[in-house]
């Protein structure tokens, strides 16, 4: 039997790191809506 979840930081931060969220108009947005929240954590990795 496997499991679904398999951490990996490498996938994690391609994923949903900081310059990933970056790159597209949405990802953008998403930090641009964290930042005006007030997130402590913009995103998992980075920055």
Same mark, same amino acid.
């Given at each position: 039997? !496997?499991?679904?979840?398999?951490? &990996?930081?490498? &996938?994690? +931060?391609?994923? @949903?790191?900081?310059? +990933?969220? !970056? &790159?597209? @108009?949405?990802?953008? #947005?998403? *930090?641009? +809506?964290? #930042?005006?929240?007030?997130?402590?954590? *913009? !995103?998992?990795?980075? !920055?």
């Amino acid at each position: 039997m !496997s499991f679904t979840y398999n951490p &990996k930081k490498k &996938k994690r +931060a391609t994923t @949903h790191g900081f310059l +990933a969220r !970056s &790159k597209t @108009h949405g990802g953008r #947005r998403v *930090l641009q +809506a964290r #930042r005006r929240k007030g997130r402590k954590n *913009l !995103s998992t990795v980075g !920055s």
